[in-house]
């Protein structure tokens, strides 16, 4: 059976106060760390014919994770980029700039949950969603 391998770069702007990244496949958790510096994440997985399912899961944000002034207004905030996105080396980012990622999120508990578009970078817990299908080479014809 061939296998495809994932892989893409995720960094966080204020790493002394770090928040959690999962990674997750079909559910089966492929990655799980407080992000606190710029790293690699690369996993293969097997190429079973189908639709499947990308999670990159963001949790643990709160108050702390805010820069604010002397008048409580918010600074800087702590967030995560996820970049240069690839299937077997192929870089999806024009694939997404074209068709945004769904985000889940509530604004950290502060609204109703909602969908928005995540292009590179993530400052709320919730969900990014990667839907593909394979074979990995037609689903990136057909989304190019």
């Not at 893409?8 to 958790?29: A, E, G, M």
């Not at 108050?63 to 207004?73: F, M, P, T, Y």
């Not at 502060?110 to 074979?135: R, V």
Request: proline share 3%; charged share 25%; net charge negative.
């Amino acid at each position: 059976m061939d296998t495809i391998r994932f892989s893409c770069d995720v960094n966080t702007n204020i790493p002394s106060n770090p928040i959690h990244l999962q990674i997750l496949l079909d559910d089966n958790v492929m990655f799980d760390k407080n992000i606190d510096q710029e790293e690699s994440v690369s996993f293969e997985f097997d190429e079973d014919e189908g639709e499947h399912l990308l999670r990159f899961v963001i949790s643990g944000k709160n108050d702390s994770h805010n820069i604010k002034d002397d008048n409580g207004v918010i600074l800087d905030t702590t967030q995560i980029s996820i970049t240069n996105i690839s299937f077997d080396d192929f870089d999806i980012t024009n694939i997404i700039m074209g068709n945004p990622l769904k985000y889940i999120h509530d604004f950290n508990g502060t609204s109703e949950m909602s969908e928005h578009k995540f292009y590179d970078i993530a400052g709320c817990n919730g969900e990014i969603i990667l839907k593909f299908d394979t074979p990995i080479y037609l689903w990136l014809l057909e989304n190019m």
